[in-house]
């Protein structure tokens, strides 16, 4: 049987797999030979944007946006380039936490490196206090706030980092999601992440034109007027293949078009077996995050199928936020998505959303070294401790027509069956 591997936190997991099983991972691109050169170049001649330097000419001071330990954003890679234009600026980084829980000292140091961290204040977001939240405007479909990082709004430059990569309804991460939900206080993420959003059916991977949750998230974000965002794509090794330095939206459109061309796989019908991943650290470091990986492998699971899922869950549940919690007032997926229509937004209840949907189209099994066997069941999901072993058992009970597709990489890539989206 052949052997593939599984992105599983800092390593990987070995898993032997039937033959004629489908792997399923996205296009290599190349990783870049210079990429600080290819950042100072687009910072020089960005889209539709002056140049850094002509930038912040006549400014004293600059706040970048920048993604917190959840993302694999390259700031050693590109931060150099753009702290070089900023010189004679002082410069603050603000962590996009968005409702995530603030980066430990240690996080930070692995992040930025320590002549960055010690050169610049950094500003970590608390969506969960109003006074560090200013009144924008108000979002023009569903009238709720939108209240912004107030230090972020007051630096004379303001400037995004973020990662291109799709998302499970969002369409892409980086770009406006920087700013919201990434300095927005938590009732602007509880509207933006709203039920009616995210049960849209366009509210998908790789979507953006009529998604109704890229749409609230740009709208809040122009509020904020970035002057320039520098966003980044990476292949499957977190080698940076393009740097796209420039207004907002063009910058942000042109990773997307390039992440779509390298993320979108068509496959033939549907699998009774799914085996995926949560693409690895930092992705797949607690459950919340983790239900991504489950998300894309239920784009191709037959219904009644499996799920068979792997993620370290290094950070657990996590023990921030409410995912748990809210996991825990139902006594499954079933009775959850019963209550949504009556349900107001809340913290997570769009992660439980996801999962819930996941679960009613097939079984899902979690192996994790971060969770006890009794976390998972309390999770609704069904523990595993041998992949391997579970995936030849399920392959006895289905019989020799099962079919099966993996996804090492997780929800770095994007299935979808033939003639679907």
Known sequence: MPEVRL?????????????????????????????DAAVRRTLSAPLRSPALDELARGRRTAGISICDVTRPYPLRAVLPPVLDALAGLRVALFVATGSHRPCTPAELEEMLGADIRNAVEVVQHDARRPEQHRRVGTLPDSGGPVELNARFLDQ????????????????????????????????????LHSPPRVSDRRADWAAVEGNPVQEGIRYAAGLAAVHLTVEVTQNRRR???????GAPWEAHAAAGAAVREAVMHPVSGLYDIVVA?????????????????ISAAARIVKPGGVILAAAECSDGFPGHGAYRATLGAYPGPEAFLAAVPHLAPSPDLWQVLVQARAQARARVL?????????????AWLEPVSDPGETLARLLREMGPAARVAVLPGGPHVVPFPTGAR
């Open 366 to 378: 979690l192996h994790t070294a971060g969770l006890t066997d009794a976390e998972v069941r309390e």
């Open 7 to 35: 992105a599983y936190g800092r390593s990987f997991l070995p898993l032997r797999i039937p033959q004629g099983a489908t792997v399923i991972e996205s296009r290599l691109l190349p990783g870049l030979d210079d990429p």
């Open 277 to 293: 991943t949560n693409g690895g650290y930092p992705l797949d470091q607690n459950l919340y995050q983790t239900i991504k990986g």
């Open 239 to 245: 080698e940076i293949t393009g740097v796209y330095a």
């Open 156 to 191: 004379d430059l303001r400037l995004t980092l973020g990662l291109v990569e799709p998302h499970f309804f969002a369409g892409f991460s980086g770009g406006p999601k920087m700013v919201a939900p990434g300095l927005a206080s938590l009732e602007t993420i509880l509207d």
